[in-house]
């Protein structure tokens, strides 16, 4: 899971109990790891051992972290696919060249951005210029083109609050046409400016990702040239992932289950608050502080260049789908999909992200009960997905859905795997999704201790949510955040392979029952 999510989350934010989606609240496992769910016979197939074998390929530094359409990322996707051919899974689609392949390439737009990008705001007290080395601003999304924009006049929005149902729109009277929007993350909380209606505040604060994506596309539609964004506290404890992206993907398009903005049309950029109060000084309100008497405006003095030389490229990068097929008559054309995401951040600031446990592990672990499924298939039919862009915001599990394999009414169900072989601050892995898989897995865990947390909000942050999006049941079973998480030191060293066998041994026995057994 990555930073984009919470960018989207906390531009818009609401009180949701998915606000912190990326670390799944779990309760932590000591002196669990011999414990076994109820066991199929061929369980004992699966070993710490095989597990290592290939976490030790998919994290290795050779592959430079997995970064979505990476060299790295590739080599690994070739990997993974000849891992499903000798376990002997099925191909799902066909190739360019007409032949029947595992990987389905998923159109993304690559960005590399240039130490020529510039800021600069003409203030009545002078002249202030900022680049990203500065660390004064942040690229949340360049934009579609190589672009100046010069001397534009400046639009404080406020919090973007589109209601005019409800009495408040701090779009009124505003001329956008050409303008810099200048937007408040988040919604003010309780005792800030402004204080809402609470009318308002409920209608403001529905799905933080449409309100996002209805306030920017307000914004586009009236022409805006740019935005800048002022970040609340949430979003400025994410200042130094944002700031360090100097390339990074997003989605060509826009669908359902996104978590990302895709390929956006104008610049928008993260201000740092020290740039912000520069801006303000002397006005009535404080963005900052969020105190004073709040009002959007147009600037009548300050003006604003900005110059681009992001490098825009549409590029590739597969997800990787093997199928195992069913044998019971009535239910070889239903199918259970067990999912995992392959990419990892890449290299970020020069250092290499292994992604070992987020998600190397989830991977390996659904290769690992992929082989065994196949040696004895179930009756119903099971895909094992691997997907690209999770870290960018589901983009690859939204292909997916998009352009299914086989019809989306005949998926149904979907498990996914997510930092499946560390264990920490707590004693339990969880298990979170509808209530009726929720206790599936707990009829099938065995003596296996597991925080159960039947909740269809709370497994948003990850890729089951595209599930659940397109009224698949989804469910994660994943042992929460850890100390390494999106850290250079989420390395093979740090996974507890006893911990990730059973793990494995787990999803295993759940994807069995899920498949509904095998015939007799």
């Not at 002997?88 to 390439?105: I, K, R």
């Not at 729109?169 to 609470?198: K, R, T």
């Not at 400025?236 to 100097?246: A, I, K, P, T, Y």
């Not at 911990?499 to 509904?516: I, K, P, S």
Request: proline letters at 7%.
């Amino acid at each position: 899971m990555h930073v984009v999510h919470a960018v989207i989350e906390a531009l818009m934010r609401q009180s949701l109990p998915l606000a912190v989606f990326v670390l799944l609240a779990v309760v932590a496992c000591s002196g669990c790891r011999g414990q076994t769910p109820r066991a199929p016979a061929d369980m004992a197939s699966i070993t710490a051992a095989a597990l290592r074998e290939h976490l030790e390929v998919l994290a290795h530094d050779s592959l430079g972290g997995r970064g979505s359409a990476q060299p790295g990322y590739l080599e690994a996707a070739h990997y993974t696919a000849g891992v499903m051919r000798e376990a002997a899974l099925e191909p799902v689609f066909v190739g360019a060249d007409g032949e029947a392949t595992y990987l389905q390439p998923v159109p993304l737009v690559q960005y590399e951005f240039s130490d020529a990008d510039a800021l600069a705001v003409s203030t009545p007290r002078g002249a202030m210029e900022t680049r990203p080395s500065d660390t004064t601003f942040a690229v949340l999304y360049p934009g579609r083109l190589e672009r100046m924009v010069q001397d534009a006049k400046a639009v404080f929005l406020g919090f973007g609050i589109h209601e005019p149902e409800q009495g408040w729109d701090d779009f009124a009277g505003l001329d956008l046409q050409g303008a810099v929007a200048i937007l408040q993350a988040g919604l003010p909380e309780p005792g800030d400016q402004p204080d809402l209606p609470e009318a308002v505040r409920r209608a403001a604060g529905g799905d933080a990702e449409a309100r996002a994506e209805e306030a920017l596309s307000l914004m586009i539609e009236r022409g805006v040239a740019a935005v800048l964004v002022v970040p609340d506290s949430s979003l400025l404890s994410l200042w130094e992932d944002v700031l360090n992206q100097r390339a990074f993907v997003r989605a060509l398009e826009y669908s359902e289950g996104l978590m990302s903005a895709p390929d956006m049309p104008v610049p928008v950029l993260l201000l740092h608050p020290d740039f912000v109060t520069k801006m303000f000084a002397g006005r009535e309100y404080d963005p900052v502080a969020r105190t004073g008497s709040y009002d959007t405006f147009m600037f009548d003095s300050l003006s604003i260049d900005i110059e681009f030389e992001t490098r825009r490229t549409v590029v590739h990068s597969p997800n990787i789908v093997g199928l195992v097929r069913g044998t019971g008559p009535a239910l070889r054309d239903e199918y259970v999909v067990v999912g995992a995401h392959l990419d990892g951040l890449g290299i970020l600031r020069g250092e290499i992200h292994n992604g070992a446990n987020d998600d190397a592990s989830g991977v390996v672990a659904a290769l690992e009960l992929g082989r065994v499924l196949a040696q004895n298939p179930p009756r119903r039919s099971v895909l094992i997905a691997l997907f690209t862009g999770e870290e960018a915001g589901h983009i690859g599990s939204v292909y997916f859905v998009d352009h299914p394999p086989v019809p989306l009414d005949q998926m149904v169900s979907n498990l996914n795997l997510e930092h499946y072989g560390r264990l920490e601050r707590a004693r339990r892995c969880d298990v979170v999704g509808p209530a009726e898989l929720v206790e599936l897995v707990a009829d099938v865990r065995g003596d296996i201790p597991l925080d159960l947390r039947p909740s269809t909000e709370a497994i948003r942050g990850a890729d089951q949510w595209t599930f659940f999006t397109r009224d698949i049941p989804a469910v994660n079973i994943g042992c929460g955040s850890f100390a390494d998480y999106h850290t250079p030191r989420d390395d093979t060293d740090g996974i507890d392979f006893e911990l990730l066998e059973r793990n494995t041994r787990l999803a295993y026995a759940v994807t069995l029952e899920l498949a509904g057994g095998r015939e007799p």
